[in-house]
Structures are given as structure tokens and as C-alpha cells.
């Protein structure tokens, strides 16, 4: 930074994971930047956030554990083999479905979960009839396995899992991709966090259990019919047993015949279904809920409301030195040019903020508020665009070229990070590249010279 001159006083915001020694409020380096940059505002990446809460609840909930745990030994078994995959390929269904291959549920690409759920759920019956088929094979290890996918599918309890993370998974897909987008701010990421989690809210009912529960029942009556005149039972809902003892139970004061008299519909509504939906809403509120810091949320009240106030105003021109009633008269004078000229709510991000100021040519009238908007605007949420590029390195730095200077390697990076503006480059120039590579001296004219030859 410094050698780009760059200065780090200057600095306004910072986003990473939430690692200890990235967050880490001593040694952390959001402390440490803080010392260099007084005015640098950490954000723990939005999209990691929701990664760590949509984790914490596949691992917690049992159901969901096993069924992802059940769909990873799918991929792994199927793929593994193209012989297998070649079985699973051909197998014909009754609804004819298009062949949709298996997914791995990969620990950098979060939307790979729902990919991984999405194809099992839609490919059930070719799975099914494939791993029966490969359940008579000769190969003890693919004997072996077959059978014991068979028994982990034909379950009500995978099944009853597949429907639940099919609702968690698919309305959380779409705020994981925009997460992972190149335009997000803080303020929007945090509204499409509760638009969100009211599209969860919306789903803990007695009326979305009763239809998932009946769409279970209509599944499982499907696998039934797959497996008929076969070896393989299918399990049928039922109440774990409890651990604890008849005799301690009749000292504490229970009824021991409580647990076999309850029904599974009234267990699974309340230990898989609603705790499943209660633990991710309580994990997306508490971890989105951490990055609300108070200058964020007056920047964003500021910006995009139309009655700010009084507290933001104070706190964002103390905190930047401002003048705030610059700033109060600046934002009056914007928002009667909203009413005047724009739509209404036809300005929802901070960057849309700043095309207005940029097209309408208010930078100048408005000076206060335009750093105020400017600030905002270049806060970012998100650390994903970034981090893409270690997942680009493993394509540059292969084993065809293991004797890659520095220099090459930083080249070959900045054209594959702007590929979308080094193919206009190549499509538009490609001749003048080709004849300004022809005339460099030394082994690289001769073997460019050569291969035209050819």
C-alpha cells in the first residue's frame, strides 16, 4: 500500500472472517489496522456469517446431520466409480426425469449444500432403483455399501430431513448468492438478512408442518412402492427411545409409559421441525445481529432515510468530523430533490445514492452529505469477491508450471481476476498482441516463429 501510496489514515472500512487473529480485538488484525487507520470500521463478512449460522445448525440437529451426512456417502459412492455412474445414468424412471448428476457439498462453495439437496431430492427414485441394482453386485465393497445406503434412505427420518433442509437450504439460497456478489453494502445485506428470516418466520406453523409431513408421508409411500418384492424394509416414523430407566423414572415422579404412548408426528414437529427453523433463526439474528454497529446504522440512516436521526447526525459528524449542521442541511436539501425529481424508494443502496449524486451533479451542492454517502458506500460487506482469488491460484500454479516466477504469477493473476476486461482486450487487439509477441528477441521469437510454421 504504501508503494502504491496509498494512506492507511485513510482507510474507512474492513471485512474478513471472523478468525481470532483476524478479529481478535488485541492482536487481531482489526486492531491492528485500527492503530494505522483510527477510523477503519471492521465488518465481519456477511457471507461467512451466514455460512457459520447455517453450519451450526445442519451439525446441531441430528435429522439434518445424517441426512447430509447420508447425501455426501451418495456422492462418494456413486462418483467414485464410472461404472456406477454409468448405471445410475441409464437407470429408467417412471416420471422420466432428466439425468442430474450427484453433487459433493463443498466446504468453500456454500451454495454446493443446496445443490447436493436439490439433485438427491429430484433424482430419489433413479437412486433408489440404482443402489438395488447394485446391491447384488459381486464386489464385496460395493455389495456392502449399496445396502447400507438403502437402509440410511429407506427411513422416514431421512426423508422427513430431506424435506426440512430442502425449506432451510432454498430460502437461504438466494441471500447466499447475493452475499457473494460484487455490489453489496451493509445496509442492504442486512435488509435482505430480514427479509429473510421473515421468509423463515413464515414457515414455523402448524400449517407448513402439516403439509411437509404430509408431503414426507406421500414420499416415503414412493419408496415403499420401489422396494416392494425386494430384501429391504422401509422404517416408518417412529419416537426415539429415552435413556433414562422405568425406576428412575417412577422416583422422579414421571410416567414411564409417556414415551411409548406419545406420537411421532408430535415428536418430530417439536424436536425436528421446529427446532431445526428456531435454531437457524436464532443463529442469522445473533450473528447479522453482531455487525449493527451504531456508526454503521446512522451512515445508513443518514443516507437512505428520509427523517434521520438526531443521534445518527451527532454520532456520524463526531465520529468523522463533520460539521453537522452542514450535514442536517445538506440531507434536507437532498431529500427535496428526491421528491422533486426521483420516484419514490427509487434509491435503495448507497451506490444508487451515488449515481444520483454523480448524474444530477450535486457532489458539489451537497458536500457534507456526499462524503457521508461516499463512506457508505465503499464499506464493504462482504470479503467473497476477494477470497475468490485463492481459489484462482490452484488454476494458475499447476504443475506444468512449477518454475513460475513471481512476476508471471502476478501477471497471469490481475488477467485472470479482470477476464471479463482482458477478453475485450484480446477481442479487439489480438493482432496487434500477436505482432508485438513476434517481434521480441530471444527464444521466445524463435519458438512464436516456429510454431507459425507449423
Request: positive net charge; proline residues 2%.
Amino acid at each position: 500500500m504504501n508503494d502504491l501510496q496509498l494512506e492507511l489514515q485513510n482507510i474507512v472500512g474492513e471485512c474478513f472472517d471472523g478468525a481470532s487473529n483476524m478479529s481478535g480485538v488485541n492482536k487481531g488484525l482489526s486492531a491492528r489496522m485500527k492503530e494505522c487507520s483510527p477510523l477503519a470500521i471492521y465488518v465481519h463478512c456477511y457471507g461467512h456469517l451466514l455460512n457459520l449460522a447455517l453450519q451450526d445448525t445442519l451439525t446441531t440437529v441430528e435429522p439434518l446431520r445424517n441426512t447430509l451426512g447420508t447425501i455426501q456417502s451418495l456422492y462418494n459412492f456413486v462418483e467414485a466409480s464410472p461404472k456406477r455412474h454409468a448405471l445410475f445414468r441409464d437407470i429408467e424412471t417412471e416420471e422420466g426425469n432428466l439425468v442430474k448428476t450427484l453433487k459433493s457439498q463443498s466446504v468453500t462453495r456454500w451454495s454446493c449444500r443446496w445443490e447436493a439437496v436439490k439433485a438427491v431430492d429430484q433424482q430419489l427414485e433413479r437412486i433408489v432403483k440404482a443402489l438395488l441394482v447394485l446391491s447384488t453386485d459381486k464386489d464385496v465393497k460395493t455389495y456392502s455399501e449399496s445396502r447400507s445406503l438403502l437402509h440410511a434412505i429407506c427411513d422416514f427420518q431421512f426423508i422427513l430431513g430431506l424435506c426440512v433442509l430442502k425449506i432451510i437450504l432454498s430460502n437461504t439460497s438466494s441471500l447466499s448468492a447475493y452475499l457473494q456478489g460484487k455490489i453489496v453494502d451493509v445496509v442492504t445485506a442486512r435488509r435482505n438478512a430480514n427479509l429473510t428470516l421473515e421468509t423463515l418466520r413464515s414457515c414455523r406453523n402448524e400449517e407448513s408442518f402439516k403439509s411437509v409431513w404430509k408431503l414426507c408421508e406421500c414420499v416415503c409411500n414412493k419408496v415403499r412402492s420401489w422396494i416392494n418384492d425386494t430384501d429391504f424394509s422401509f422404517r416408518d416414523a417412529r419416537v426415539p427411545r429415552r435413556q433414562t430407566s422405568t425406576r428412575l423414572q417412577a422416583l422422579v415422579g414421571e410416567n414411564p409409559s409417556h414415551n411409548a404412548q406419545s406420537k411421532p408426528e408430535d415428536f418430530h414437529r417439536v424436536n425436528t421441525y421446529f427446532t431445526s427453523l428456531d435454531k437457524v433463526l436464532a443463529e442469522i439474528e445473533a450473528r447479522f445481529g453482531g455487525n449493527d454497529q451504531d456508526v454503521l446504522c446512522a451512515l445508513g440512516d443518514i443516507t437512505l432515510s428520509d427523517s434521520p436521526a438526531i443521534r445518527s447526525f451527532n454520532l456520524v459528524s463526531s465520529y468523522y468530523s463533520l460539521d453537522r449542521d452542514l450535514l442536517q442541511a445538506d440531507q434536507r436539501l437532498f431529500c427535496q430533490f428526491k421528491k422533486a425529481h426521483l420516484e419514490p424508494k427509487s434509491l435503495k443502496t448507497a451506490a444508487d445514492v451515488i449515481e444520483t449524486l454523480h448524474a444530477n451533479r450535486l457532489f458539489e451542492m451537497v458536500p457534507e452529505f456526499s462524503k457521508v454517502v461516499s463512506i457508505l458506500a465503499v464499506i464493504p460487506a462482504t470479503s467473497c469477491t476477494a477470497e475468490r482469488s485463492f481459489s484462482g491460484l490452484r488454476r494458475l500454479k499447476t504443475y506444468l508450471r512449477s518454475t513460475m516466477g513471481q512476476s508471471r504469477l502476478n501477471s497471469l493473476a490481475i488477467i485472470s481476476f479482470e477476464r471479463a476486461y482482458g477478453n475485450r482486450v484480446i477481442v479487439d487487439s489480438i493482432d496487434k498482441i500477436i505482432d508485438t509477441f513476434g517481434q521480441r528477441h530471444g527464444r521466445r521469437s524463435y519458438f512464436f516463429n516456429k510454431v507459425l510454421l507449423v
